[in-house]
């Protein structure tokens, strides 16, 4: 199975500033992997699949990198809104798995 | 419009059996996997394993083999999630997924979850 380790666990960043989520693959997983958003109370919802593509609707300032083991979320400018937590997928094989989070606070 | 219905919420007992549903709309049922992720209270997210309705073709992630099964019925557009004997440890928020072939991302809209909770 592989195992996705997400940095940092907790993250506190003002609104306006920029915030960079991490997260590690512990094999390659080539650029199979995506992003999610969830907000309490509300179902996941997918930001970013193919390591860098956005999904329909998700606003520029969100942007991935990243290939084989190590990827980065990045939110240019943090809205109100994108106060949530966050978690990394690998879909590199049909065993998926998650990341363990990171929740994105504000400070 | 794509959408993914689950059922309602469920209090049961431990060792009472539960089967929870997820009904797709607004694509092609038997054309696409549905997924199912377990989240616990105050935990991330799990993925527990996939089926494809147009043939049953099921997989589990090797921490749920064995302690759920997933199946379908595409006369009805629904999947299911089922579990024989409950235990206290299965109380979480379960999601059902669309995913456009195995090795791909679950897409949105999700269900809107089931919350499952199990107490004596």
């Known amino acids: 199975e592989i195992v996705m380790t997400q940095s940092p666990a907790t993250l506190s960043v003002s609104p306006g500033e920029r915030a960079t989520l991490s997260c590690r693959a512990s094999q390659s997983v080539s650029s199979n992997l995506a992003w999610y958003q969830q907000k309490p109370g509300q179902a996941p919802r997918l930001l970013i699949y193919?390591?860098?593509l956005r999904a329909t609707g998700i606003p520029a300032r969100f942007s991935g990198s990243g290939s084989g083991t190590e990827f980065t979320l990045t939110i240019s400018s943090l809205q109100s809104e994108d106060f949530a937590v966050y978690y990394c997928?690998?879909?590199?094989?049909?065993?998926?798995?998650f990341g363990q989070g990171t929740r994105l606070e504000i400070k | 419009e794509v959408q993914l219905v689950q059922s309602g919420a469920e209090v049961k007992k431990p060792g009472e059996s539960l089967k929870i549903s997820c009904k797709g709309s607004?694509?092609?049922?038997?054309?696409?996997?549905i997924g199912w992720v377990r989240q616990m209270p105050g935990k991330g997210l799990e993925w527990m394993g996939i089926i494809y309705p147009g043939d049953s073709d099921t997989r589990y992630s090797p921490s749920f083999q064995g302690q759920v099964t997933i199946s379908a019925d595409k006369s009805i557009n629904t999947a299911y999630l089922q579990w024989s004997s409950l235990k206290a440890s299965d109380t979480a928020m379960y999601y059902c997924a669309r995913q456009t072939a195995a090795t791909s991302p679950p897409s949105d809209p999700w269900g809107q979850g089931t919350l499952v909770t199990v107490s004596s």
């Open positions: 193919g390591a860098s």
């Open positions: 607004g694509y092609s049922f038997t054309s696409n996997w």
């Open positions: 997928q690998q879909y590199n094989n049909w065993r998926i798995t």
